[in-house]
């Protein structure tokens, strides 16, 4: 069901968020196959949020890779879509990686102390504002989530490590359950860096 998957550049480069660093041969691959400049990267490297170490994986092609040989991901079937799109959660083992695989960098803002939530700033995500604090705390985290979508073609549309965050809330391009249930979640957490 997957070998026919399309993991376009455009998903590639919107993945790279969520790594600190890339390895210069896909950096080469990326500007040669596309007009992202060395800045577009370096940009999109360095927006804040959860990142995959680099001992994981050094770009999006090797994170696919390691997904797709994952156990519970090679028996996932047709129940896993719901309206054109699925979204996938997997946790590799401690054991393998007793560093965790990434940096999760969402918190719950009621963990915070009273005086860390008194530092909560709001920060802009692509026109969405969002809570952000400035901490000096690491989260190893093992999960990763895959989303999907299918029309004609099953199309791989981002991974992301961490707990599971529904896209930022958007009247215009969500359902109104999906919409306030975005909503409360990011209402509830907060990104943190360091």
Do not use: C
């Not at 999109?44 to 994986?57: C, N, R, T, V």
């Not at 560093?99 to 915070?112: F, K, M, T, V, Y």
């Not at 000096?136 to 549309?157: A, C, G, M, Y």
């Amino acid at each position: 069901m997957l070998n026919s998957l399309q993991f376009p550049f455009t998903a590639q480069f919107h993945i790279l968020r969520h790594f600190g660093q890339v390895d210069k041969k896909y950096r080469m691959e990326l500007k040669t196959n596309t007009s992202f400049t060395d800045e577009d990267i370096n940009k999109q490297l360095a927006i804040s949020g959860s990142k995959f170490y680099p001992e994981f994986a050094i770009n999006p092609v090797q994170l696919w890779e390691k997904i797709q040989k994952h156990q519970d991901f090679i028996i996932i079937d047709d129940k896993i879509w719901k309206n054109g799109k699925a979204e996938i959660i997997l946790f590799f083992k401690q054991e393998d990686y007793p560093q965790g695989i990434a940096n999760d960098s969402l918190l719950r803002i009621d963990e915070l102390l009273a005086e860390q939530k008194e530092q909560l700033q709001k920060e802009d995500r692509n026109g969405f504002l969002v809570n952000y604090i400035k901490l000096d705390k690491s989260n190893p985290t093992w999960q990763v989530n895959v989303i999907l979508r299918k029309n004609t073609e099953i199309q791989l549309i981002t991974i992301f490590p961490g707990i599971f965050a529904p896209a930022f809330h958007n009247p215009k391009q969500q359902g109104k359950a999906e919409w306030i249930e975005s909503k409360r979640f990011w209402e509830q957490y907060a990104f943190t860096s360091k």
